[in-house]
């Protein structure tokens, strides 16, 4: 274990303290406050920028419902690849039609960006961008037919995702980094669909992708899918297939988020399985991958309230846990060597 890990920690937390205290007030290209202690070799870790992950959800919340084949969801994708180009990353478009569970056509866009791409010790960070065509959870039954503007189900982790590009385009960590924002994720059937029964509706664009990656034979040492991570009062249990496939990558980024002082956001216990990205991810690429996903025991669903409603706004967002999850990841990826 490298001790000086630890002595970087006061330092973090004078940096979050700064970024809390100037509220919306702080700069979106504020500077990194940690330098190294010493002349030995240290690990110097940014400071995650919750006001810049904000605005880049903010950002994506304006364009309206991202749900394939509208507007909407073309000129989100060219804003995101537009972020990641302009971040400094080798920006991939991955477009393929992708076959709904009603047979529907969905005009899809994988959106890669590669930071420093010769390396072959690679992490790969990933989220979907589309949101959910239906508010199929909503309380008011005729609004279940309604497209979600998917806040947290969708532009949370993208918006962490864009702040963190930021961020390793000003100081590169020793690894190779590769951020997927996958599409179609949320196309998944609806409980009042009547056609015939299809497998794996959900996902589609990682399944794509693990089928055929941007680059062949691409490979990463592990991957990290944030899904609902800006959510007030959110909990990231250990959800299921992440610890089944991923165990060593879950102990490491709870370890992280502990070591932070984040252990309240990261409960070292069990959350249920989910149907997510990572599974494919696993199950195509053979990458373990773990998802960082929001589980609250509390609720039905399991999602929180707001899952899956026309309640998933700018309103549910909290900066806090934004900074918990993004100071994490950073945490990690920056210890890689
Ligand atoms: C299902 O509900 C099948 N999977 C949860 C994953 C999900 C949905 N993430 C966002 N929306
Ligand atoms: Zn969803």
Redesign the pocket.
Known sequence: MNKTKYSLIPLFTLAMTITVACGNKTNAETKSANTPASSEQTVSVPAFNADSAYQYIQAQADFGPRVPNTDAHKACGDYLAGQLEKFGAKVYNQYADLIAYDNTILKARNIIGAYNPESKRRVLLCA?WDS?PFADQDADKKKHRTPIL?VN??ASGVGVLLEIARQLQQQAPAIGIDIIFFDA??Y?TPYFYKGDYKPDT??LGSQYWGRVPHVDNYNARYGILL??VGGKNATFYQEGFSVRTAERQVEKIWDAAHRLGFGSFFPKADGSE????HVYVYNLRKIPCVDI?NYDPTCD?G?GDF??TTGDTMDVIDKNTLTAVGQTVLEVIYNEK
């Open positions: 979907h959910r998917g189900d969708g994720e949320d998944g959900w996902c899904d609902m989910v149907t997510d990205d996903i669903t999602f899952w899956h």
